[in-house]
């Protein structure tokens, strides 16, 4: 099986799932001959060709809706907005258009686009290109919202999305984009939107989390005392939220803490919280604690690493809420 | 250089059947036939008399906003009649139904989605075309995708995409006509210009002398036409589906037309319309100048008109009865077209109707949980 | 005193805003000869002219990012957008551009616009007229939410966005525009933002809601046993949101229930939950519910009544909370 | 009627100095001094050493991504002269900073600003321009409403606005066009044709013959213009901007030239530039041309351009000191500039750098609370 980092494993999905359906056609700025900002479309264009990878004007809005009319007259396109920053112009065509169209028609017309966004912070890059703003899209009722922090899951849930018959926003953290390489099956897979991954089991305290802060978590675990047991969940779907699997464990630990790179006010883990004391509250030793971004704007690079959370926080937060 | 012209650009208007009903014969070859014009005219009293009933209905209380098309029905059939029905896709926005009935929709589920049932937007399998849209100019580039989806399929079918003054201003379209033009689409843009986005007058809009010059930024064939000239709207959009057809690309049509009637049942023209521009409006109806032509050519007399007088009249009054007593929609339907397959939690919304936590799993309460199924919801419904 | 509904109210603040100060304009489609369509800004237009009370061509973003600029170069705007359904195309400029201004800008540029939205359902409006879309505003650094139920605050609150030195969304509802009527001060009066009001003193269950909601809670607090006593919250800004007095009443009655029209999920009702468990874990006697609308689009009005919470869920979600 | 002609428009392009540096003596009359040009001829110059200094940060791991102007100085500084320094408003975007530096902004400043320190985008109160804009097309709207500003305030100021050919597909391009005519503001659009945005080619972007007729669509006066061309560009600037005060309104002026660098040092344009045209290019560059010009005037020569040479790289190197050289930010300033007011919440966030309610509140499991200072967060900070 061969090692592949997330940036491989999302071209070898587009790539399969190019191979075996042939209404499946990328859109976006710079994906063509460029391969993408970040090479994700690589090779792409040069194999299915200029009418199915194709370079657009720029204008987030315009990729958005041209995508919808697509999927209308019969294909199924993968838009690529090139920064989750440049999601804004595109908001009111995927929230008020493409995930009302099912709704919209009683189901005479559907919308199956898969929206692939580089999302998050870590990277150093400038304005408007380290933001996560998830939550507003888990707040959109017929958009599910998909969110890989690992090379396998991002290739099996990618080809999911695109076979999926409604649209998905598939958020891929670029902090993991390179940073790591694992077996990855050449054949095609998929692994069912709404499951979430225990990578971690233990009885002590669950921790909640997705995208790249998976690997915060799993560097604060690391300098926990060796006797405390965490359970590390990457839900790896937002929209819907596997909520059982969340509840199982937190019933398990008693303790929970959920981890995000968004702003704390209106934040996922908010919505998290609020699940777990519904489905657990007797069990609840402590409150739910959320160890995420500021309410600030994302800040310029030099000062990204105070706004990130990171394994610090996270360990502070895990003794803290053990001590409760 | 140092100076030279490197760009020109004009452009013209079109104008067949006059103020006065007088055809321009040259012009009009191979554009319609007097039978057309007869069944054109038809659907033009009938979707007239079909707002005024909506107006009363709205007024008695029993439909929502609604808004009439009064005024720009040549518009609307004149292009409708240059597409192939079934074939050629049309994407209109809220305010154009008589095309809509003229390519098959049964004309009660225009009443039904103003009277807020959302089932009014199944649009039956064999006709195309989509629901009207509301977000202003958010339709012009699913118009684009779609043309842009026949093409790559490789399918003869072009598209029509009607929209308002008031959405050039959108960004959306500007997003439209540029992609329409870079992918070179077969969609054929119809710019209703009806010289009002509610209260705000053409004139405020945009300071372009033409609406139809905002294709010049996108290199798109362009063309003005009196709107309330049935013969030129349909030769602009006849020419311009052509070109889309034989692989030109897209085009854009300026429909110069005036709203006879409010914006919607919510709005009062009488705040902000001048009265003159009104009044001059009302004498290039359309309806007045198809029929003055009608009866010129021997077609159409005080008799024909109090047989279609009357037969409009049925027609609308049954499609009324229709809308009226339609079933409500069930309450399930609110969940049920969200996704393809509802996801558990959504599942359990619909099955008790409840989002609170101890709602929907009394269990936690001690109480056994409400049976799941879909007569349980309705009984919810009924209780709430 | 005057008794006004809610449309005069705001009226009125604006008039006096526009003569205490004379770089306060008005823009937005519709607002001038016609006074808005909910008649919001009548006579403005005649009184102040042509250049401070602004028709403007039909673009979101083209008023959301013109008043960016205009409070750059030293005007105080007051844009209007048409319905919340229409604020999807001015997102980014929203989002991206003003609610950033002071922070990209270490200060040097601030943006005190005070953005007016008619917002909420009930009135029977088409598609897209009936949204609830708060969430997403209050989860953006940079702005602030504010919501008001009553003609009072309405007022009040208005003139404190005005005179707010940063970017303000000013939600109205729009089903109680003229529901009701009340006495309002004719003179000029501010009320702090940030700042949630106590509309009944309880001690079984906390309530809290916002915006049109606060009418359901009170005819639900109508149809329940006399026995018992609910205290009702009215938030009126949601960002900042007043925590303590939510937890001050939370402290005293041991539960709590959260009301409002937006979807279930992200809506920010999770958030009051996640705070409330966060500030108050030690008292509470019952998992904090949510009665909310659905995780579905907003539906046509027919089946609108359905989907909006009502007395009835209100007083079922009361009753089995208080069993628990 | 029938037909008759509506519309018509035509654009021309202008250019002074051609590409082997011979000026057309006529045109150029009211233009530039040749001081004028020595002046700008210096600063292109140093922009270029700039351009070619910030490559090597980046390149050596002490700067984030950086776009180099390198091939457009005579656009930026052509532009930017024509306007009055500390009246004039410039909002640029991020390629922008030669035009900067002409009015006055502190070369490390966009340095920092590279280096990821939000500080540099604080301007010095005297000057009149507005941070560079990362979000393409945004800053057109808010140059627009800058100018409406000045025109309600009855100011005698202008504003000049920078984006490229890319922006002119972005939806607030257009609604910034439309708004700039509807209301008749005092702004310049200057459209930095380099012929690229990242890898889409100007052929691409749109299907437009000119970018130049972008502006017909709202009947704003515009012109092309050579922008390898400083005397070209500063006149179609100058034209413009006394138009503009003269309360004529908005112009265009799309500024031909093209992209020398790669379009940041993320990029690799190898990877999609054919070579032909970029050697073509490389040809006109705008610091040849310039200098043939100066010398052939008898304004410059080898021992002058080594004394720039030397200059240009003292002060580069002074200036990428002072960046790399700065204070790293507070911690503090991540939360300082929220509001002007730090609500409670996030005054608690600033004061323990947490989220998490009993690290924010440690009394909850019995410790005491951090103290409350700006001290505790630089601990904070340091610790992490
Ligand atoms: C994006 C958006 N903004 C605002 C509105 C509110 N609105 C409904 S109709 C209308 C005017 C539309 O004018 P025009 O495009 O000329 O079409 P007409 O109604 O005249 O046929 C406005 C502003 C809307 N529906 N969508
Ligand atoms: C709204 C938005 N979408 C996408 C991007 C990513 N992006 C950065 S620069 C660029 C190309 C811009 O081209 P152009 O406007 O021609 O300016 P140039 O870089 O050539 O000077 C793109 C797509 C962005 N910054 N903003
Ligand atoms: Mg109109
Ligand atoms: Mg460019």
């Not at chain 1, 939550?135 to 017929?142: E, K, N, S």
């Not at chain 1, 008693?254 to 069990?283: D, N, Y």
């Not at chain 2, 103003?114 to 006709?127: F, Q, S, Y």
Request: aromatic share 8%; with cysteine.
């Amino acid at each position: 099986m061969p090692l592949l980092n997330m940036v491989e494993a999302i071209n070898l999905a587009l790539r399969q799932e190019m191979c075996r359906d042939e209404r499946v056609m990328l859109l976006g700025e710079d994906i063509g001959v460029n391969g993408g900002v970040f090479r994700v479309t690589e090779g792409l264009q040069a194999e299915f060709g200029v009418d199915r990878v194709v370079d657009t004007p720029l204008t987030e809005t315009g990729i958005m809706g041209a995508s919808i009319g697509l999927a209308m007259g019969g294909m199924i396109p993968i838009p690529e907005i090139q920064f989750e920053g440049f999601l804004g112009p595109a908001f009111d065509q995927l929230t008020n258009q493409a995930a009302r169209c099912r709704s919209r028609t009683r189901g005479g017309q559907t919308c199956p686009i898969t929206i692939r966004v580089p999302f998050g912070g870590g990277i150093h890059a400038p304005e408007l290109h380290s933001e996560s703003p998830e939550a507003i899209y888990a707040h959109t009722p017929g958009l599910k919202v998909v969110i890989p922090s690992h090379p396998y899951d991002a290739k099996g849930l990618l080809a999911s999305a695109i076979r999926d018959p409604d649209p998905v926003l598939f958020f891929e953290p670029k902090r993991v984009y390179r940073s790591l390489k694992e077996k990855v099956p050449e054949e095609s897979y998929t692994i069912p939107i709404g499951s979430a991954k225990v990578l971690a089991e233990g009885t002590d305290v669950t921790v909640i989390t997705w995208g790249a802060m998976v690997f915060q978590c799993l560097e604060a675990i690391d300098q926990l005392p060796e006797r405390m047991s965490v359970e590390l969940i990457d839900l790896r779907t937002i929209s819907p939220v596997d909520v059982e699997t969340i509840a199982e464990s937190v019933k398990k630990t008693g303790r929970a803490i959920v981890v995000h790179e968004a702003h704390k006010t209106g934040g996922f883990g908010a919505e998290i919280s609020a699940l777990i004391q519904e489905h657990c509250f007797l069990s609840l030793e402590a409150p739910v604690q959320r160890v995420t971004g500021f309410d600030t704007a994302v800040p310029y690079y030099k000062l990204e690493m105070q706004y990130l959370p990171d394994a610090t926080r996270i360990v502070a937060s895990i003794m803290d809420c053990m001590a409760y | 250089m140092p100076i030279k012209t490197v760009y020109q650009a004009q452009i013209e208007s079109i104008q067949i059947l006059d103020e006065d009903g007088k055809l321009d014969a040259e012009l009009a070859q191979n554009t319609l036939s007097v039978d057309d014009v007869v069944g054109l005219y038809e659907l033009m009293f009938i979707s007239r008399e079909f707002d005024e009933a909506s107006f009363k209905l709205q007024r008695s209380g029993r439909m929502g906003t609604f808004p009439q098309n009064r005024g720009q029905e040549a518009v609307s059939l004149g292009a409708a009649q240059a597409l192939r029905r079934g074939i050629d896709y049309i994407v209109p926005y809220y305010r154009e139904h008589p095309a809509m009935f003229l390519h098959g929709l049964p004309m009660h589920q225009v009443l039904s989605y103003w009277m807020g049932d959302e089932r009014a937007n199944a649009i039956p399998p064999k006709l195309s075309m989509s629901p009207m849209s509301v977000s202003i100019g958010a339709q012009t580039l699913h118009a684009v995708g779609i043309a842009w989806a026949f093409k790559l399929r490789k399918v003869d079918r072009a598209v029509l995409c009607f929209f308002g003054d008031g959405a050039t201003s959108t960004g959306d379209f500007h997003a439209a006509m540029n992609f329409a033009t870079v992918f070179h689409v077969p969609c054929v843009f119809c710019c209703v210009n009806n010289q009002w986005a509610i209260s705000v007058p053409r004139s405020k809009q945009t300071a372009a002398t033409t609406l139809a010059q905002k294709a010049l930024a996108y290199n798109m064939p362009t063309v003005q036409v009196d709107g309330n000239d049935v013969f030129g709207v349909y030769k602009a959009h006849r020419d311009a589906l052509d070109r889309a057809l034989k692989g030109g690309g897209p085009s854009f049509i300026e429909a110069i037309t005036y709203r006879l009637g409010d914006h919607t049942t919510a709005d009062d023209a009488r705040r902000y319309r001048d009265a003159e521009g009104y009044a001059a409006a009302q004498a290039r109806d359309p309806l007045i100048r198809t029929r003055i032509y009608l009866e010129s050519v021997g077609r159409w007399d005080e008799s024909k008109q109090a047989t279609l007088d009357a037969r409009a009249k049925v027609i609308v009054h049954e499609v009324s009865e229709a809308a009226l007593n339609a079933e409500p929609p069930a309450t399930d339907d609110l969940f049920r077209y969200t996704f393809a397959e509802m996801p558990e939690m959504l599942l359990k919304q619909m099955q008790t109707h409840r989002t609170d936590s101890i709602g929907q799993d009394p269990e936690q309460i001690g109480l056994k949980a409400a049976p799941h199924s879909a007569e349980s919801s309705e009984v919810h419904h009924a209780a709430t």
